[in-house]
């Protein structure tokens, strides 16, 4: 079945380190998305790629990073220069701008 | 700036209760707007989808209605049952931050008590 594949569900950050949240899909969708999800939130844009080799900053980009190398997947790196990280990640795709999103089951990542 | 609206934030109902719930927008220039439900600690799954040239979308118990002119649409779920429970959330697309800008609102947490 096709579907958005996030991995790990869970993720322990120390202070300082820099992780990733991987983000494969197997729809052959064009673009995919990065969302941050905080309690009493709404789902907060952090990185979208509309094609292979190209993403652009959503509104809350600063402390994150991303690449685009292939089309399945759309990686986010959590840098230590965001001060907050602690949230719940979400990733979408989509085929285009008639189509509606398909999300992953999302990561979590705690700061210890 | 596209804002969205779900009100109210809670709502429990007993079980076989019809029931309905809210999505306002400020822009009425929309592309598109979807309805999702989310358990607690999952991703978000898509209920339905309605296009800004419609008015209405229908899947099982559920149906979906869109009034661009006014900013509203309602979800509509017919003899609710336990495993309805969940956060629904609606998101709409486009507005003053372009057409492929989503705003999303911060959803409205559903008991269904049996």
């Known amino acids: 079945d096709g579907g958005i594949t996030q991995s790990p569900k869970y993720l322990f950050r120390k202070e300082g380190q820099n992780v990733t949240l991987s983000c494969e899909q197997n729809?052959?969708?064009?673009?995919m998305y990065w969302y941050r999800q905080d309690p009493g939130q709404g789902l907060r844009l952090i990185y979208y790629?509309?094609?292979?080799?190209?993403?652009q900053k959503g509104d809350i980009a600063e402390g994150y990073s991303v690449s685009r190398e292939k089309k399945e997947s759309f990686p986010l790196t959590v840098t230590s220069a965001q001060k907050n990280p602690t949230a719940f990640y979400l990733c979408?795709?989509?085929?285009?701008?008639?189509?509606?999103?398909?999300f992953g089951s999302g990561t979590r990542l705690t700061v210890v | 700036k596209q804002e969205v609206t779900q009100i109210p934030a809670a709502l429990s109902v007993p079980e076989g209760e019809n029931l309905v719930l809210n999505c306002s927008f400020t822009?009425?220039?929309?592309?598109?707007l979807q309805w999702f439900r989310q358990d607690p600690g999952k991703g978000l799954t898509s209920l339905l989808l309605?296009?800004?040239?419609?008015r209405e979308q229908t899947s099982g118990r559920l149906n979906a209605s869109l009034d661009k002119s006014s900013g509203r649409s309602t979800l509509y779920i017919a003899a609710s049952q336990p495993g309805d429970s969940a956060t629904y959330l609606c998101?709409?697309?486009?507005?003053?931050?372009?057409?492929?800008?989503?705003?999303f609102g911060t959803g409205t947490k559903l008991q269904v008590i049996p």
């Open positions: 979408a795709s989509s085929t285009g701008p008639d189509d509606g999103y398909t």
């Open positions: 729809l052959n969708h064009d673009a």
């Open positions: 790629s509309q094609i292979v080799n190209d993403f």
């Open positions: 822009d009425s220039a929309i592309y598109n």
């Open positions: 309605i296009q800004s040239s419609q």
């Open positions: 998101a709409v697309k486009g507005g003053s931050g372009g057409y492929q800008k989503v705003t």
